[in-house]
């Protein structure tokens, strides 16, 4: 073959490829100026593509690789929607940072997957267009505080041992299982649940443990607690009729599969009936960063009143020697002499100090007067002893509003939820004191915060977000609050930070509450039909 004739060759070869690819630019609908050099384009977005749990009041944002013409970005070439249509809103441009912005002119939506779009024919300064244009999604915070009607029965887990039963604190353990601590007919029950709320045929008979030597009082929404190794601690009390002594403090330890851990104090068992041995009661316990456990309730004194009672005991059940009067302290005394005193809740500082939520009631038999405080506060140091600096040395807070719930924030502060009653009319109500015991005037108004009328707040804790949850009872339902830490309603919880499940009875209680691994709020209690009393759960998402 000739010189020119492979010349002649590769030139036309080199005509196809040409013709070829020119056809598959143009002929696509693709402008060939689209891979000019000089192009902008986006390289980075906000929200990310694909970003969840984007704030109601985000802006969207593209940054561009080079300057942009001003004149070709706005409405109809950066465009944002939603399955419901066009968002309303403005759009800027920021030479500086080489920045445009959609701002809404309203929040997002809930749950909503949102494309923001720009045209093609956005322009650089240089008078060259994208060619081609750029999206990216993204999805908004969901919307919290339904019924998770996938949980249980639509929603709910209700019980049927007896016609007399009821919840009274729910936990989950290490593996997402659900456990709810009550009692059925005078007796204590642990019932235990998958993370779906069907029972866990593997405890127990048939997902139940029934006890027969401890009693939970009704009361308590912490009577559980559940140890680093997954370990079941109950407190409650023993019956002068089971052990025919004085009524006694109680604690039991089951192991994972419900039965009893013999290796804690004496068979599975540790009991007390006071430093006098005239009766005491365990409410509540909580375990402590290292393992021992912290126990409140009342002791009777020879009198025949009560003080509230501390109790710490190692991780074997045995006395902690060190703290108080070998291993319990009591202190008394706060609606007069020789009062009625309990502690019915407690919880540790992250400083390690010990908060008791209590009750004290005075009665004169000379004059029949008496004085009634349902909501008193004890701060007590980590030995046990009262801590003077809480309450200008006093040591305790009271008042004659309700206290059912303490909990213990990262700055040492001290919340209590329950009710404020007046006029035979109730309203839940939250305070939070300073560790000082002093009102935080930054918490609500003047440092609480009030719900609505025919409300109860019985169980305090928080979310997976840091947000305060309130559980409780509220009008003819099961209610659940969720408030900043200012004290304020988050209104994209439940109605304006209120979640409400009606109870078809009509009636019910709440005691416990507690969050599971898949962030939902899951709350124990009762549910009352005619005389049948029941026990309940209820999963909110």
Known sequence: ?????????????????????????????????????DAPTVVSVIPADKAASVGLTAEVKAIFSKAMDP?????????????GGLVNGAVTYEPSSLT?????????????????TLAATVKSTEDKEMGVPFSWSFNT??????????????????????TRESGVAVLTDQAGRILVAGYSEGHSVLWRFDAAGHPDTSFGNNGVVELQKIMIADSSGKCMAIDSSGKILL????????????????????LENGSIDSSFGTAGYVSTSGPVGKGAVGNALVVAPNGKIVVTGSVTTTKGNTVMALWRLRADGLPDTSFGNNGVATHGDVAGTDSYDSGTQVAISPSGNIYVLGTSVSINLNTGLHKILTLVVWGCKPDGGLDTTFNNGKG???????????????????????????NNRRWMKVWQFNPDGSADLSFGTSGFVTGAEDSVGSSLLRDSSGLLLIGGISGGGIAVWRIYDSGSFDTGFGNNGTARFDLSTGDGG???????????????GNIVNGQTKNMAAWRFK
């Not at 009271?398 to 009653?421: C, P």
Request: with cysteine; proline share 3%.
């Open 1 to 37: 073959m000739s010189k020119k004739l492979k010349v002649a060759l590769i030139s036309i070869g080199g005509m196809i490829l040409l013709w070829f690819f020119l056809r598959a630019v143009v002929g696509c609908g693709h402008p060939l100026k689209q891979f000019v050099p």
């Open 71 to 83: 004149a070709t970005i706005n409405l109809s070439t950066f465009t944002l929607s939603s399955a």
């Open 100 to 116: 445009a912005t959609f701002t809404p002119s309203a929040e997002f939506s809930y749950g909503t997957t949102y494309v923001a």
């Open 141 to 162: 915070i969901p919307l919290y505080g339904l019924i998770d009607t996938n949980f249980g029965n639509g929603g709910q887990i209700i019980g049927g041992l007896s």
């Open 235 to 254: 407190a409650g009390y023993t019956s002068a009729l089971v052990q025919g002594t004085e009524i006694s403090m109680t604690i039991t330890r089951l």
């Open 396 to 422: 305790f807070i009271f008042s004659e509003a309700i206290g059912l719930d303490l909990l213990i924030s990262s700055a040492n502060k001290v919340l209590v939820s329950g009710a404020e009653i007046s």
């Open 510 to 524: 709440v005691s416990s509450m507690t969050i599971d691994s898949s962030s939902g709020i899951i709350i124990c």
